[in-house]
């Protein structure tokens, strides 16, 4: 037996860590909600469920009671909008922001939003919901409006500059294997056919990321395809790759590129996620 040393007396009469009450869990909660919708512009009770609560048995139920708890504050901190699939968005009201701006958050409201009820929500909708999951994993994503509002570590132009294209979002991939710098990946959703032009700028990507882009420290490394399974756009992109690069190309390009598909229904609702890299 070893002997008692003095950092085992110190541990003995070090006061035990003091569980959060649960009115402090809550207000963490709501809080996370807040900065959840500042960040996606516009967001769903299960966007809430799944990105607050993402292993909560009763999720859904916790984030209505959440959601309720929030618009019913006075003054209201979010906003019920009927969005463009006949469901319900929230999006942050001018007290919400500036809520947000006492907690250190910049952000602006979403009172002046189009896009939630325009026909642009669905891609915006499964675009948000991709990097809201990305996120859960330990990354951090930004979507093409919040790097428009200067959130994200890289003006438009800079993106522009990385990517050679402004892509529909940017994910900061969490490295574990000691790797040094921050890596980019361009995430592209596609929600209606496009024609091969369009595809071969988002495949450009892949191209610049095998080649070493980077700026400013950070190193892009690739490509992510985004979009409903069942309309099956992974099918075209793997035809339009095949169209523009040849043999060699494709050995180089390929590995980065990333197909991730998922299942949906109205008022959209998700399924589970497939990410497949690109084999062609």
């Known amino acids: 037996m070893r002997p008692v040393s003095l950092q085992d007396v110190a541990a003995l009469l070090r006061a035990p860590a003091r569980r ?91 009172m002046d939003l189009a896009s939630v009820a325009g026909p642009t929500y669905r891609h915006h909708a499964i675009t948000s919901r991709y990097c809201q999951m990305q996120e859960l994993t330990g990354a951090t994503a930004w979507t093409e409006q919040a790097i428009g509002q200067g959130l994200a570590p890289l003006s438009q132009r800079q993106v522009l500059k990385l990517c050679g294209k402004l892509p529909d979002a940017i994910v900061e991939e969490r490295r574990t294997d000691g790797s040094a710098g921050r890596f980019i990946r361009a995430i592209e959703t596609e929600s209606a056919r496009k024609g091969t032009p369009f595809l071969a700028k988002g495949l450009n990507i892949a191209k610049r990321a095998s080649d070493g882009a980077s700026l400013y420290g950070f190193t892009l490394t690739g490509v992510t395809f985004v979009y409903d399974a069942e309309q099956d756009h992974g099918a075209r992109i793997k035809r339009v790759a095949k169209s523009i690069w040849d043999e060699q190309q494709r050995r180089a390009y390929a590995p980065h590129v990333a197909l991730a598909s998922v299942s949906t229904r109205l008022p959209l609702a998700f399924g589970e996620w497939q990410v497949r890299p690109l084999k062609i």
């Open 20 to 110: 959060p009450s649960s009115g402090e869990l809550r207000r963490r909660a709501d809080l996370a909600a807040l900065r959840l919708v500042a960040r996606y512009a516009h967001c769903t009770v299960a966007d809430i469920a799944a990105s607050i609560y993402p292993s909560g048995t009763y999720a859904t139920q916790s984030a209505q009671r959440l959601v309720k708890r929030l618009i019913e504050r006075e003054p209201a901190l979010l906003v019920v909008r009927r969005n463009a699939l006949g469901g319900r968005s929230l999006v942050l009201s001018r007290p919400g922001a500036a809520f947000l701006e006492m907690h250190g958050t910049l952000c602006h409201h979403g």
